[in-house]
């Protein structure tokens, strides 16, 4: 990291705005350098990205989660048992620019089971 940034990559015009440290956690166990990667104010209890919802249709799975900054991107990965191998990046559905608010992504892929995350990051 350099001169502008902390160790996690947090950049300091950031933590000297919300007034905090990467370490700050409001209360909810997010800490704040992992909100600034979500876009969201440190500050804020509870304001954290999450899924809230998953469906299934024919068409395949659907992965619906909240907020989506315009300002990030976001990699919807799956898999089919959690204690068994890891998690792998759902086909067309990696690095995708946020939307704001709410936001969907889709796997068309069929299984009987899967588990799904959301990952966000900064850069595609």
Do not use: C
């Amino acid at each position: 990291m350099g001169f502008y940034t902390q160790p996690q990559g947090t950049p300091n015009w950031w933590l000297d705005h919300h007034g905090v440290t990467e370490g700050y956690n409001a209360g909810d166990g997010v800490a704040a350098w992992r909100k600034y990667v979500m876009d969201v104010a440190p500050t804020v209890p509870d304001n954290y990205l999450r899924v809230t919802a998953i469906s299934n249709a024919p068409t395949g799975t659907a992965v619906a989660f909240t907020p989506a900054s315009t300002r990030r991107y976001y990699t919807l990965t799956r898999r089919d048992d959690l204690t068994a191998g890891g998690w792998s990046n759902v086909a067309g559905q990696v690095g995708v620019p946020g939307i704001g608010g709410d936001q969907t992504m889709r796997d068309t892929n069929s299984a009987a089971r899967a588990f799904y995350r959301v990952k966000v990051t900064v850069t595609p």
